[in-house]
Every structure is written in C-alpha cells, then in structure tokens.
C-alpha cells in the first residue's frame, strides 16, 4: 500500500492555480484539536450572549479559528503570486484572494471531516 499524507487540488475560484493541503492523520488531529479548542469554547460562550459585542467578538475568534485551520492544513499554492512573490500559506492568510481561502478552507475542513455545523464554527 501507498499512502500520501497530502492532496493537491486544482482551485476551482482561480483558474491555473492549485493548492496541497494536508490529509488528517491520528497525529494531526490532536494537534489541531489542541490549538482550537480553547477558542472554540469561547466562541460558543460568546455566541450564547445577547451583547452585540460578544457577538463580534465570536466571529472574531472563529475567524481567528479559520486562520488556524488554513495555516495548519495548507501545504503549498501554486500558480499565485501574492504582491509580487510566490504564495505561502501565510501570504495567502494576510493577503490573498478571499474567495481562494474560503475554498481551500472548505477544502481542509472536508479533509478533516467536518459536517457543516461544525464548519461553521
């Protein structure tokens, strides 16, 4: 048996760019698991408040959620240049196209199994 610990994709939102995300494994779960889960508790404590500003704060730390997933899962870009140099995962965070993160977040959180609730947050 062969196995790769990664996927490459070809963006759908970019033509000519394509992306390797990495496949979840036993290990990587934990780890991923440990970096969120303290956010994800406060962002579920937040969102149960009635005060606007909690609210803002909750999508404030899912977003920050998401961020982690991508940086955690995203490989490589390719095909994308991002003010002038090649994209990393972090270039991309900062300043990429919002439609390609959207994607290859969606993408990563497929990989990992999540229905969509839990994407959600």
């Keep these: 048996m062969k196995y790769q610990s990664v996927v490459a994709v070809e963006a759908k939102c970019c033509p000519g760019v394509s992306y390797t995300i990495r496949r979840v494994s036993f290990g990587r779960r934990i780890e991923l698991i440990r970096q969120v889960r303290e956010l994800a508790g406060k962002v579920e404590f937040l969102e149960a408040g ?10 404030l730390l899912a977003s920050e959620i998401d961020r982690l997933y991508l ?8 095909g994308l240049d991002v003010d002038g140099e090649p994209a990393t995962p972090e270039s991309l965070a900062a300043s990429g196209p919002e439609a390609l993160c959207g994607e290859i977040l969606a993408a990563i959180k497929a990989e990992f199994g999540l229905n969509e609730d839990e994407r959600k947050n």
């Design 71 to 78: 940086l955690w899962g995203l490989v490589k870009v390719e």
């Design 50 to 59: 009635s005060d606007p500003r909690e609210k803002i704060e909750a999508s």
